[in-house]
């Protein structure tokens, strides 16, 4: 069955740094999603990217954050200068359409830790 | 904003219990969804629900549109469905707004 992969599994990195998430989506889908979750905390909406542009992000999102899809396969979150706060699990998702019903499909997640 | 609420924040149960999940949301919704997310954080979907009833296997998730409530229930629970239970709706917007989970623990 065809899902969604990312990586790493776990980036350790220091304060101020670059980090580069990546995510492989569903192979025919055509929406992508970052969403993140604080530890102990809900899993919260980031940004979604439909045919090459953030269709629509979340006022985390901020100027800290970037998305890409580089080539036909990869989707990418750029945090530019990474923060304490930002420690947390990020996961990445898809969708084949953006019709209300259908359904997202979530990678195992990448988890954080700006020391 | 949808405010998503559910029911019971942790729950342990016996091998072999019924056990019922609850969620609640606040805004009319397109869709709700159920995830499932493991100790090693990992999300799964369970179900999306726009009206009605699913089944799939042991888990059945019912959805009350007028009444803004969803619950999931599992028969003959197992320690492998120990897990976190997300419940997540979506309307008028690209974006799932989720609940906290709720911890489930299934005992032998």
């Known amino acids: 069955e065809p899902e969604v992969t990312q990586t790493p599994s776990h980036q350790v990195t220091q304060m101020g740094q670059e980090v580069i998430l990546r995510c492989v989506p569903i192979?025919?889908?055509?929406?992508f999603y970052w969403y993140r979750q604080i530890l102990g905390q809900k899993v919260e909406f980031l940004v979604s990217?439909?045919?090459?542009?953030?269709?629509?992000k979340s006022e985390i999102f901020d100027d800290q954050f970037s998305v890409e899809r580089p080539d036909g396969s990869n989707f990418t979150l750029k945090i530019r200068s990474t923060k304490l706060e930002d420690s947390a699990m990020y996961f990445c998702?898809?969708?084949?359409?953006?019709?209300?019903?259908?359904?997202?499909?979530f990678g195992p997640g990448t988890r954080l830790t700006v020391t | 904003k949808n405010e998503v609420e559910q029911s019971p924040q942790n729950l342990t149960a016996q091998e072999g219990e019924f056990i019922t999940i609850n969620c609640s949301y606040s805004?009319?919704?397109?869709?709700l969804h159920w995830l499932q997310q493991h100790p090693g954080g990992g999300i799964v979907s369970l179900f999306m629900?726009?009206?009605g009833k699913k089944k799939h296997g042991r888990l059945i998730a019912t959805i009350n549109i007028q009444e803004k409530h969803s619950s999931l229930h599992i028969t003959a629970s197992h320690p492998r469905d120990s897990a976190v239970y997300i419940c997540?709706?979506?309307?008028?917007?690209?974006?799932?707004?989720f609940g906290k989970g709720m911890k489930l623990t299934v005992n032998p």
């Open positions: 998702a898809s969708s084949e359409l953006n019709r209300e019903a259908d359904e997202q499909y």
């Open positions: 192979s025919n889908h055509l929406y």
């Open positions: 990217f439909y045919n090459n542009e953030i269709s629509e």
């Open positions: 805004v009319g919704i397109s869709a």
């Open positions: 629900l726009s009206s």
């Open positions: 997540a709706v979506r309307g008028g917007s690209e974006k799932l707004v």
